[in-house]
């Protein structure tokens, strides 16, 4: 048997989701996959050689974070999540919702769902105590209405996907102007995860994706991590070939450059941003 690769030891996927049929969708949720259950997303793991995980909730489940915590509590200590809660949150549910493992809560707004941008300042005021952040799934051309919102939170900001910055468009580069911004002065995160959602040129090499990543990379390195997006319910909503997340891992990798590089973003900063082993 092959030798586990030494990058991989406490390797972390910070960005996936668990569905379970066995827990109610939100009402009105748009984005309703089929079962991906925790026992699939363990051999995913043997195929990537990951063995810390960040559980996501997804949209489809609103503001009920059971199916997030139930898959916390069987991956153990190596798990942390991300969980989506209300302004109206008690201090006693966050607490518990952090000795469960969570350590930040996300905004999705690219759908419709059970959140918007006016809740943002409040919640993160609410989570800063608790060493939480923020995780925003939203479109790239927002970005520059608020940014000044952005940089006066009292908590880090997690961008989700790349960002959403959309290849040969203004409001691209002008996204980028605003996560880079709030990225070098230490108050942001990138999730380099899901690159089939942006690209433009699409697999297998998503080129226009690489060329974003190693930017990225090289612009804050300490200040990055990488997903694997499973079961990428966008992709299965839209009829697409399933993705080999093991060759997506090692894609990825690629666009790094470096081991050191490879090792800072699925394992280093994990850790920082995380919490892992505390």
């Not at 899901?194 to 990543?213: C, M, N």
Request: proline share 9%.
């Amino acid at each position: 048997m092959r030798e586990p690769d030494p990058l991989f030891a406490d390797a972390c996927d910070c960005h996936m989701h668990v569905y379970d049929s066995r827990y109610p969708a939100a009402p009105g949720a748009t984005l309703l996959p089929p079962d991906a259950t925790l026992s699939a997303y363990r051999a995913v793991q043997r195929r990537q050689g990951t063995t810390r995980t960040v559980v996501v909730t997804p949209s489809t489940y609103g503001r009920d974070n059971a199916c997030t915590l139930d898959a916390i509590a069987q991956l153990g200590r190596d798990a942390r999540g991300v969980a989506v809660v209300g302004p109206d949150i008690g201090e006693a549910e966050l607490e518990a919702l952090h000795r469960a493992g969570i350590r930040g809560i996300r905004f999705n707004l690219t759908m419709p769902g059970p959140l918007d941008l006016a809740a943002l300042p409040g919640l993160a005021a609410r989570i800063a105590p608790l060493g939480w952040h923020i995780q925003l799934n939203i479109p790239a051309g927002w970005l520059t209405d608020i940014a000044a919102t952005l940089r006066a939170l009292p908590v880090a900001v997690v961008f989700d996907h790349y960002g959403h910055l959309p290849f040969g468009r203004p409001e691209g580069e002008k996204g980028y102007a605003v996560i880079a911004d709030l990225v070098q002065s230490g108050r942001a995160w990138v999730k380099l995860s899901a690159p089939y959602i942006e690209t433009v040129e699409g697999p297998p090499s998503y080129r226009d994706v690489a060329g974003l990543a190693s930017r990225y990379t090289r612009l804050a390195p300490d200040r990055m991590v990488w997903g694997s997006d499973w079961p990428h319910p966008t992709v299965q909503a839209a009829g697409g070939d399933p993705i080999d997340d093991a060759s997506m891992l090692a894609l990825f990798r690629e666009w790094c450059g470096s081991d050191a590089v490879v090792r800072k973003v699925l394992v280093t900063n994990p850790e920082t941003l995380y919490g892992f082993g505390d």
